[in-house]
């Protein structure tokens, strides 16, 4: 079993940053992807960005260019640094681990909200 644990979010003005962390632990097999989804009201879950054990990374293109993803290996942590941010930013943000193989594990969800 592996758990996901989250940490970061909260109450954000529109045009500030925010970092979310996530801790994974358990039973990690070598090779993984990490990354992050996030699902605001009365949408669909949406992959926001994801990196590979290798470090490609890949984002949506609604955070290009104002999104970082990174992740430290040894420690088997992800971090998404989130930086001008907007109001359709607003979200829970959930935190996976995707193995090469078996099924993906999820965090339990961190809430995001851009408003002033």
């Known amino acids: 079993q592996v758990q996901l644990v989250e940490s970061g979010g909260g109450l954000v003005q529109p045009g500030g940053s925010q970092r979310l962390s996530c801790a994974a632990s358990g039973m990690i097999s070598r090779h993984y992807d990490m990354g992050w989804y996030r699902q605001a009201p009365q949408k669909e879950r949406e992959l926001v960005a994801a990196?590979?054990?290798?470090?490609?990374?890949h984002y949506a293109a609604s955070v290009t260019g104002r999104f970082t993803i990174s992740r430290d290996n040894a420690k088997n942590t992800v971090s998404l640094q989130m930086n001008s941010l907007k109001p359709e930013d607003t979200a829970v943000y959930y935190c996976?681990?995707?193995?090469?193989?078996?099924?993906?594990?999820w965090g339990q969800g961190t809430q995001v909200t851009v408003s002033s």
């Open positions: 990196i590979t054990s290798g470090g490609i990374r």
């Open positions: 996976f681990l995707r193995p090469a193989i078996g099924p993906d594990y």
